[in-house]
Each structure stands twice: as C-alpha cells, then as structure tokens.
C-alpha cells in the first residue's frame, strides 16, 4: 500500500466515531441507536448500505483515546479494507480531535502500515492485498504529513526488518547470514566490518568463543556504524544479543523451549532494524552497533556445564548452566565496545532470560541499569511508541549473588541463591561495561509472540526498534 495526501476524497472513504461524542453524520447516530455500529474502541463498519463508499473506525471514549488506540484502530481499518476488496480509501485528518495533525498522521500512518506485515515466503499460497492507496486529507499540513509518511514508513520498514530476520529459522539465519543482513545496510551508507573466528581469536574473546564451541557455524563479530554528526562526538552503543539458535548447550532446552530459539537474535535483529531506519533518515546523531552472533549447540567440542571460561575483560566466569550462554556472549561484546569505542553510553537489546516472562510477561520490556536517568529516559521513549518498558532494582545483594567462589563471576546460580534472574542476569553484564551508562533490555518476553496482539503479529514483533529510534533521534 501507498501512503499518499490529498486535497479530495478518494475511493472509500473512512468516518471515524466516538463512543460517547455525538456524530455530526445522521447515518452513524442510526446505527448508533440501533447499536449495530457504537463507535468502540477498534469497531470497524464498512456502511454497504450507503450510496457512497464509506466505512466507520470507532476509536471508543473520546478523552480515554490515546495515540495506542489510534495505532490499533487503523490497523483494524487496513484489515478490514483489504477484506472488503477496496483498493483506494482515504480520510481527512481533520476529523481527529484533541491532538495535533502531526501527532494523528504518525499513528495513523503507523496503524495502516502494521496491517501490512505478513511472513509467508513458506507458504505456497501468498496473502493478496487489495487496498494499493490510502490517502490522507491534508489541507494546510500536507508538507509536514508528507515528511511524516516517508519516515514512520521508514521506522517500520526497520520494524518488519527485525521481524523477517527473527522469523527466518535457524538454518538459514545463521551467523554468516546475520552478517550479510547487516552488510546490506552498507548501502544507506552505514559502515559494517564483519569479523570470523581467527579475529575473535586475536581480540580474546574467549566468552564469546566458549559458547560458539559447539556449532559448526562459524561464530561472527559485526559491528555497524552510523555517524550522523560528524560535527559531535557524542556517540550511543547498541549492543545486540544474536544467538541465532539457542539450544541450551549441554544444559539443554526441552523440545517445546528449544522450537523459538530461533528467536534468540531478537536484540540484534532490532539493531540491525533501526540502523537501517536511521540511515535512511539521515538522523544526525553517531551510533555505533555491535552484534557478536553465533550459535548454542552440543557437540564433543562443546563447553559444559561446571566448566571455569575466561572473557576478553579478563574476568573468570563459573558456567553454572551453559544455557545461560546469551549473557557469556554480551560481556565479550560490552566489554569490546566500552573499550575500543568509549561510548557516551550503552544499551544492551537481549532475549536474556525466561525470568523476565514471569516478572512482566509478553507486554513489558524489563530494564536493568546503572543510570536511573538514563533508563527512565528509555522508559519514555518507549511508552511514547507504544512500546511499554520498566526499570527492574539492582544492588549490591544482586551483584553479590553474581560472584563466585572459585572464580570471579558466575554465569548462573546454582543451589539456594536462586530467584530474581532477570535482575541477576543484569548484574552480571553490569561487571563488563567499564562504568559507562549504560541500559540492559530484557526482550525475551516483547520481542516474540505465540499469538498475534494487537498490531503486533504471531513470531517475531520488532520490538524495540520504535523505542531506539525514536530514544536516539529525540536525545538532548
Ligand atoms: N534465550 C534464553 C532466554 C529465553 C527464554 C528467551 C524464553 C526467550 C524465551 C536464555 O539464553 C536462557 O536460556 N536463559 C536461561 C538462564 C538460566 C539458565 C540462568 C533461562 O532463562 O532459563
Ligand atoms: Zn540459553
Ligand atoms: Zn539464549
């Protein structure tokens, strides 16, 4: 579908209602009273009955509506209009109320796209589309919406991203392949070196070496720049957990754990996403990114559980559970990035920990952090993007469970020190960032969905490239 402006009605035309506002059209009053089209949230009526093609969005009770449901009732309307065979539709901005033209078009935009995202190239049968333009009623604004279409369009062309790179299963999303979706990104302009085993070897990453052991998969070290601002140094590290198949290691995963694992490149399919949104933004700010992907297998090579590794810090680490390999991989890669490109700060992206499902489930985001400021400024950026986000405590009793007794840390508490593991997980990571600030998101639970919810699709969800994108882009 094309986002286009206009300054007339074009194919079917859409109507929105509120539940408790009287319409100005006597038509949706009728159905109103006949309780056959109410105006509730996400309530979509395609009026056959009128003479002119029209359809109704309800967006519920009118100072209740917020940004979300605007997101989510176009998303409905997109759905049903491509339902309903249309293939032209458009809708005047001007019947939003309460919020600025600028405000309304980014969610609309955003809703009508998210209707869009399917991952079918397995199935025979492709999903046809109908609805080819959906054009926006722009009177004086048409400037400012037309700049809007092309970057929300953009930003969720970096969400579908992340979610194509998530759903591709592990046979073909491996490491190598990982590396070349990031390559991709040369073209928009990013710089992407991309390091093989013998390099790994050379930086001493050997937390990183320890858990690619047991694949066949050569392990690889990506790292993307964007250097929006060449006048600034000021400079933000992504780091991205990219296990591109998790399968517990010798403290091996049951089937129905194992069947997602795919999955667990989540963090570093949304860096790559928001990369590519940044890039073709041209957003001014310098970001650089560092993915160090590979895979948790066993094998006679393989590390085990009770083994005592070593990382490119230098700090030993007691394998408690070689499931626990995500956070081994993400120290090498903090550590690398803290040191070789001394960033003003830090946020880590990882499918870290099953622990966090249980504390926040498939809606919130769990955050771990050494800079309270700085992760409530994460946290902002995410509920203003409808990607909800919230800030886990950490203190000395959490840094303390992370020690060991034979060695300096421990991957994973074995015995009674048990509970708090998505907190624990960050305190471990906390150990490889060299005091720089830095913010720990645990997307085990957001970034992939055993049923779609709302706009977000069964599998992979992109979250949270809306939330880095939108974070870097608006910094102070
Ligand atoms: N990749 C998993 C975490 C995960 C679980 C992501 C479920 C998505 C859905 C991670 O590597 C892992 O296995 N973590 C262990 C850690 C434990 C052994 C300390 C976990 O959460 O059980
Ligand atoms: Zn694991
Ligand atoms: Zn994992």
Known sequence: MKITTVTGKLGTFV????????????????????????????????NVFSDESVIYLGLGKKAESSLEDLRLGFCKLGAELNKSKVDKASFDLGQIKGLTVEEAAEAIVEGLLQSEYSFDKFLSEKKER?????????KDKDKEVKAIIKEVTSVIG???????????????????????AAKELEKLGVEVEVHGQKEIEK?????????AKGSEQEPKLIIMKWNGDKRSKDKTALVGKGLTYDSGGYGIKSTGGMVDMHSDMAGSASVIGVFKALAENKVKKNVVGIIAACENMISGGAYK????????????????????????????????????????????????????????????????????????????????????????????????????????????????????????????????????????????????????????????????????????????
């Open 15 to 46: 109507e929105v209602a509120y539940e408790d506002v009287k319409s100005s059209n006597k038509k949706i009053e009728d159905l109103k009273k006949k309780k056959v089209f109410e105006g509730k949230k996400g309530q979509v009526f395609p």
């Open 130 to 138: 109908s609805l080819k333009e959906f054009a926006l009623i722009t």
């Open 158 to 180: 970096g969400v579908f991203l992340a979610r194509d790179l998530v759903n591709e299963p592990a046979m073909y999303m491996t490491p190598t392949a990982l590396a070349n």
């Open 203 to 211: 930086l001493g990453m050997k937390a990183f070496l320890a858990v």
């Open 305 to 476: 559980n009770g083994d005592i590794i070593s990382s490119m810090a230098g700090k030993s680490i007691h394998i408690g559970s070689t499931d626990a390999e995500g956070r081994l991989t993400l120290a090498d890669a903090l550590y690398y990035i803290a040191t070789k490109e001394k960033p003003n700060r830090i946020i880590d992206i990882a499918t870290l920990t099953g622990a966090v499902i249980g504390a926040l489930g498939g809606i919130t985001t769990g955050i771990v952090s050494n800079d309270d400021d700085f992760a409530y400024d994460v946290v902002r950026a995410g509920n203003e993007v409808g990607e909800p986000a919230w800030l886990l405590p950490l203190n000395d009793k959490y840094r303390d469970m992370v020690k060991g007794t034979f060695s300096d840390l421990l991957n994973s508490q074995v015995g009674s020190a048990k509970g708090g593991g998505a907190i624990t997980a960050g305190a471990f990571l906390e150990n490889f960032v060299e005091d720089t600030p830095w913010v720990h998101m645990d997307i085990a639970g957001t970034s992939y969905n055993s049923a779609a919810e709302g706009y977000l699709p069964k599998g992979g969800t992109g979250v949270p490239v809306k939330t880095l994108y939108h974070y870097i882009k608006t910094r102070k």
